[in-house]
């Protein structure tokens, strides 16, 4: 199970960190892929606390589509250091079957990674699910330091919580307009799904049949009405109530973009930014 991250145990942030310098340090050099190697047809690649683990459930339901049995392989950020080969050999049982793996870190993949695996994956489609910023940011930063962490979110200084709020890694994952841009310098548009958290709970199956009409497959609205993962609950957090210290912290830095989101897509993002900036 080689997907886990250097340094096991500690919190889940500073694990990317260091998987990610390592990887720099030992994978300097650009992939070409033999093409007799079996690599996925599509990636999930987010958004973190999006919604990708009902994504998830349901297209391991599907019998034409073929997963890992680890849901985030982390290939492209953690286990970059790994050689292609050993990244193709999660794909060999795939058959005739359409092969994916779902990673949300790979939303916020550096600018050379995502062009390397658009050289070797021809014909790769990306799936990204966005959540309300704000929301995800909180869900985020309740799982590093609630679930992974350990600490009471009552115990936590405010200047801990400020700090952490204000991190990158938790502002770079709710900051999707740039992801997004990213993946779609090296994939055209056509090949970027864009999903939204929202639907999940309002028109699940409809949201299950245009992912399963993006990929090529028959039968989209057919086995979306009747998946049975479909219902499949979402990973929404703990429950923790954001203070509103927190909610002003999260306002301020992502603003901007819940602004270009609302231009950009519409709803449901018009509604996030009438949320929280009126």
């Excluded at 970059?80 to 359409?98: I, N, T």
């Excluded at 966005?130 to 405010?158: C, H, K, Y």
């Excluded at 979402?234 to 973009?257: F, H, K, Q, S, Y």
């Amino acid at each position: 199970m080689w997907p886990a991250p250097p340094g096991a145990g500690s919190p889940r942030h500073l694990w990317r960190a260091l998987a990610m310098r390592r990887a720099d340090a030992s994978r300097r050099r650009s992939i070409e892929a033999p093409r007799s190697l079996r690599l996925p047809a599509f990636l999930g690649i987010g958004a973190q606390k999006a919604g990708t683990t009902w994504l998830h459930a349901n297209l391991a339901e599907h019998p034409a589509v073929f997963l890992p049995e680890v849901k985030e392989l982390h290939w492209i950020d953690w286990n970059w250091h790994r050689s292609v080969e050993a990244y193709a050999s999660w794909f060999e049982s795939a058959g005739d079957r359409l092969a994916g793996e779902i990673t949300p870190a790979y939303a916020i993949a550096p600018e050379d990674r995502v062009a390397a695996i658009a050289g070797m994956m021809p014909g790769l489609r990306a799936i990204m699910l966005l959540r309300d910023p704000v929301e995800r940011a909180w869900s985020q930063t309740m799982m590093n330091l609630v679930r992974f962490g350990g600490r009471d979110v009552d115990s936590i200084p405010a200047a801990d919580l400020r700090r952490h709020l204000q991190s990158t890694p938790v502002l770079q994952r709710s900051r999707y307009s740039a992801s997004i841009d990213r993946w779609r310098r090296h994939l055209s548009e056509d090949r970027v799904l864009i999903g939204f958290f929202d639907e999940i709970s309002a028109a699940p199956a409809a949201l299950l049949s245009r992912v399963l009409g993006f990929l090529g497959l028959d039968g989209a609205e057919e086995f979306a009405a009747r998946s049975p993962a479909l219902e499949v609950a979402v990973n929404r957090g703990g429950g923790e109530t954001m203070p509103e210290a927190a909610c002003e912290t999260l306002v301020e830095a992502l603003g901007d973009e819940l602004s270009r989101l609302a231009d950009r897509f519409g709803e449901p993002c018009i509604s996030w930014k009438r949320r929280w900036l009126g």
